[in-house]
């Protein structure tokens, strides 16, 4: 699933976005090309979602353009993007009985026609998603009786069915075992797509991320790679708390956090 | 001598008036002093009042009305209980009266119209009967619910009689042309007006009995099989229920009735009952005379007896639902009829 | 796909067998032979003799129609169960949420009690509840989409249960004011449900709308599908949800309002036949949209012949039969297999 050379540019500029009367963010300016793995970090409530959201278009800017390769997003149908945008958000509950196949099968939906059936090849691309996400053995389990992790991973999986030329991760590694979130970084970072993604664990964000965005009460406070933006100072001022921050030989960065 | 002669006298009314108090178990109330003209008078109105009614409440439970006095304002709710009160004689003591479906027989009409309308169905609200002073309600016994006129243990509470017509109390009991004999006896013995009453049940009873004579001579495989159909629709029709007063009104006229269940259903049903003669209920707004043509016209029904022979009689809606003293003329007129050879 | 060669098959099963129930008792040979003469046109003495008996018009007028119509209704239920479920993202969700029930039973209660839509003709009643079901419609869709633009599934559920008040509200208001005991009786009939109306001249209009919109639906599986991911997914995955909610809702409201014009508010279907259906073969519209759609005609023909067959010259009103099979069916299934309602 080499998507090397059919991959899509992501850029915000100046968005604002306002839900009702708020002001939930504003002035954003984001970069995200040459198939970078780019993270964005910070509070709860610092915006990070409702940026993502609006690039995945569930919400309206009220200020500032999103481009897709350099194309108004506004422009394009909604289809179109769901074709080049796969989208992994937080898991929830369906009312109704899937199994995870019927689940992951769903990814294809943007790119079937009308009355098209599910084909081999939607099938082949299907159960390798569920193959690099481990969970090719639950096929015919019902979506509703996994846990946590397990249905994260299963979304993921239908994100990347999509075959995406970009992909929108929001918090992707909550709700995962360890391995499990290695591994799922891992495998996003291979596919040679733009990525961007809300995370919360500042040092994975900062071993798998090239650049970081970082966002407080709103606005983007920090941007750069990982050494440029993981301080002491950035991590007293937006995170509140003291930290420790050191390299290793491989010039891996390692945050400690020492107290608030 | 003749205070002795008075005395005797004295003891006799006495003794005659606790025996009379004791049949009806309740004192009566003498405070004329007794004198020899109003002796008499005292003594007819003595003996027929108190009168103890057997009736019923809204639900079907059994309750008596004991009068003292004929009823002097009358409130009813029920057109045809209201014919019933017209034909005794009692308009004059009619202060409110109500409409509803059906209303009342041709021949009653003006005297219904002229009538205090308090009501245009058969509902009308608590205060606006109370305001009429009634000393009595005569109505429809489903209406005498809490949320609609009211319960009867209300209206009896507040010292207002209740009467309701027998063919409309609840219960599983079919409706017959002997309740409506009841009807007219009880209100006869109310209002004092027994004469009239024994006169109306006599004149019906000989109807009675001279249709009974010609269709006595009937066997059995020769009587007529009748159907009662009240709406008819394109592949559907309603039916009446055994219980309906119909199905006494065609056994009465000597022939069988097919009612049963009834509702609606199925034509197929009626191909399947398939009856000598269909009776039809007739109503302003839904006149028999329709759903008579409806019938003929109804290809699937062609080979039905009734339809065939194009035996169709019809019935009004008066008639059908409580039932009057006119019902004993449509009784004859059914039974003519049914068998127009013994009426020649 | 086996499970719909099987399903199809046993659907015209149904329809032959239930054709030879009836109060009228002809053998199943001749009905068989009744078809296929009437189906091939046959033109042999026989055939043409076998035709013109009055057997032959109840086989093919009467049953025949009503069978079809009972095919047509419970597929259609059973269509907007399914959708209505896919839009509201709820599995208890049912073709009358959105006020049509009441929206059709207000129209229905003008046009027998008011004489509203006589201009119809004996198709008034059902031209009424068509007209009451589309505009209650209407205000439920204005209701909810209007605002935010973004509909979401709680406000229509909430503006369907407010509309849902508002039109009971003026029926019973109809009712009592009415003076009609009979005409009360009919719209209680038509509230139950029943087929006894079914014609040829009544077929054509639900028959073709509930086609041409299954049709429809059998080509948007994936799209339901997706619904049921909830907004956010759904749109993540290139649909766009509100436009979509919006014409399914209007295309299942048609269905609706047809079949509850051509029989009255038949409950359970909507809710149940998806369910049953799901708990067989899982969520995938591609398999719960045609099965349901069998299956619910499948089912309501059985109900019918039950409603028409276990009263002897009378009917059961089907809604009642639909409850007592669907309702204790249903909690066994729900006892015996594993089904998700909704989280763990």
């Avoid at chain 1, 750069?224 to 001022?237: A, C, H, Q, S, Y």
Wanted: overall charge negative; charged content about 20%; some cysteine.
């Amino acid at each position: 699933m080499d998507l090397g050379e059919n991959d899509m540019d992501i850029r915000v500029k100046d968005l604002s976005v306002h839900i009702g009367k708020k002001n939930i963010i504003k002035d954003i300016n984001v970069d995200v090309d040459n198939g970078e793995f780019v993270g964005i970090v910070g509070p709860n409530g610092s915006g990070k979602s409702t940026l993502l959201k609006s690039i995945y278009r569930m919400l309206k800017p009220s200020a500032g353009i999103i481009e897709l390769d350099n194309i108004l997003i506004e422009k394009l149908p909604i289809k179109e993007t769901a074709k080049n945008l796969g989208v992994m958000t937080q898991s929830s509950s369906y009312s109704f009985d899937f199994t995870v196949e019927e689940i992951v099968m769903m990814g294809r939906t943007p790119h079937k026609k009308l009355m098209e059936p599910d084909n081999d090849e939607d099938y082949e691309i299907a159960y390798e998603s569920l193959n690099r996400v481990g969970m090719e053995d639950f096929a015919e389990r019902k979506f509703n009786t996994l846990s946590g992790g397990e249905k994260q991973r299963v979304l993921i999986a239908r994100a990347l069915t999509g075959q995406p030329k970009a992909l929108i991760l929001d918090e992707p590694t909550n709700h995962l075992d360890i391995h499990y979130q290695i591994s799922l970084l891992e495998i996003v970072k291979s596919l040679k797509i733009e990525i961007f993604a809300a995370m919360h664990d500042l040092n994975l964000a900062a071993y798998y991320c090239s650049k970081i965005y970082v966002m407080k009460n709103g606005r983007i406070v920090r941007s750069g790679n990982p050494k440029e933006v993981f301080t002491i100072d950035t991590l007293r001022e937006v995170f509140d708390v003291n930290a420790a921050i050191s390299e290793d030989k491989t010039g891996r960065l390692n945050i400690v956090y020492t107290g608030i | 001598m003749k205070k002795n002669l008075w005395l005797v006298l004295l003891l006799c009314l006495s003794m005659t008036l606790s025996a009379c108090g004791q049949k009806q178990g309740i004192e009566p109330e003498v405070t004329e002093p007794v004198t020899e003209e109003n002796q008499q008078e005292i003594q007819e109105v003595n003996e027929h009042y108190p009168v103890t009614i057997e009736n019923y409440d809204g639900t079907g439970e059994r309750v008596e009305q004991v009068f003292e006095k004929a009823p002097e304002r009358i409130v009813s709710n029920q057109p045809q209980a209201i014919q019933l009160l017209l034909a005794l004689g009692l308009k004059e003591k009619i202060v409110g009266a109500c409409r509803s479906v059906g209303d009342v027989n041709e021949k009653y009409l003006d005297e219904f119209n002229s009538l205090n309308f308090i009501s245009e169905n058969d509902s009308p609200a608590k205060e606006v009967v109370l305001d009429q002073n009634p000393d009595i309600i005569i109505g429809w016994g489903s209406t005498f619910g809490e949320n609609t006129l009211g319960s009867v243990k209300d209206w009896n509470d507040k010292g207002i009689h209740t009467y309701l017509v027998e063919n409309s109390v609840a219960g599983e009991d079919s409706r017959t042309l002997d309740r409506i004999y009841k009807d007219i006896e009880n209100l006869g013995k109310i209002f004092d007006v027994e004469e009239k009453a024994s006169k109306m049940i006599e004149d019906m009873k000989s109807k009675q009995s001279n249709v009974e004579d010609k269709v006595s001579q009937i066997a059995e495989e020769d009587r007529v099989k009748v159907l009662t159909v009240q709406m008819v629709y394109e592949n559907e029709f309603y039916a009446r229920s055994r219980r309906d007063l119909t199905t006494d009104l065609i056994t009465r006229a000597g022939a069988i009735s097919l009612d049963d269940e009834g509702g609606k259903q199925s034509i197929e049903n009626l191909i399947a009952i398939n009856p000598d003669v269909l009776l039809i209920i007739n109503r302003i707004d839904s006149p028999a005379q329709e759903k008579i043509e409806a019938l003929k016209a109804n290809k699937s029904l062609a080979n039905v007896d009734a339809i065939k022979d194009e035996r169709f009689i019809s019935v009004d809606y008066v008639d059908f639902y409580g039932g009057n003293y006119e019902t004993m003329n449509t009784v004859e007129r059914l039974a003519e009829g049914f068998y127009p050879d013994l009426f020649k | 796909m086996i499970i719909l060669i099987i399903m199809s098959c046993l659907l015209i099963i149904s329809v032959v067998l239930a054709i030879t129930f009836g109060p009228v008792s002809i053998e199943a040979k001749e009905v068989a032979k009744i078809l296929y003469y009437k189906i091939f046109n046959i033109e042999t003495t026989e055939a043409l003799e076998l035709l013109s008996s009055s057997r032959a018009d109840i086989i093919w007028n009467i049953r025949l129609p009503r069978v079809l119509m009972a095919v047509v209704v419970g597929s259609g239920l059973a269509l907007s169960g399914v959708t209505m479920q896919a839009v509201v993202k709820n599995p208890l969700a049912n073709p009358y949420i959105l006020g049509i029930s009441s929206g059709a039973s207000l129209g229905a209660t003008m046009g027998i009690l008011l004489g509203s839509f006589h201009w119809f003709g004996t198709y008034g009643v059902s031209v009424g509840s068509f007209i009451g079901a589309l505009l209650t419609s209407l205000f439920v869709f204005t209701i909810a989409f209007s605002g935010t633009g973004r509909g979401n599934t709680i406000k229509l559920l909430l503006a369907g249960m407010a509309i849902n008040a508002m039109c009971s509200a003026f029926t019973n208001f109809i009712i009592y004011i009415a003076k009609d005991a009979e005409g009360i009786r009919s719209v209680t009939f038509w509230t139950m449900g029943g087929l006894t109306s079914a014609s040829w001249s009544l077929l054509p209009i639900p028959l073709v709308t509930t086609l041409v919109i299954t049709a429809f639906f059998l080509t948007q599986f994936r799209i339901l599908n997706v619904l049921l991911l909830g907004e956010e997914s759904a749109m993540t995955l290139g649909i766009d949800v509100t436009k979509m909610r919006k014409i399914y809702l209007v295309l299942t409201s048609c269905v609706t309002g047809v079949v509850v014009a051509a029989s009255g508010t038949i409950g359970f279907v909507g809710l149940i036949v998806p369910h049953v259906v799901r708990m067989l073969v899982g969520s995938d519209h591609k398999r719960v949209l045609p099965i349901s759609i069998l299956a619910g005609g499948i089912f309501l023909i059985w109900c019918d012949v039950f409603a028409r067959m276990i009263i002897h010259n009378s009917e059961l009103p089907i809604g009642i039969v639909t409850s007592m099979i669907g309702g204790p069916f249903f909690i066994y299934l729900m006892l015996t297999k594993s089904y998700g309602f909704g989280g763990e």
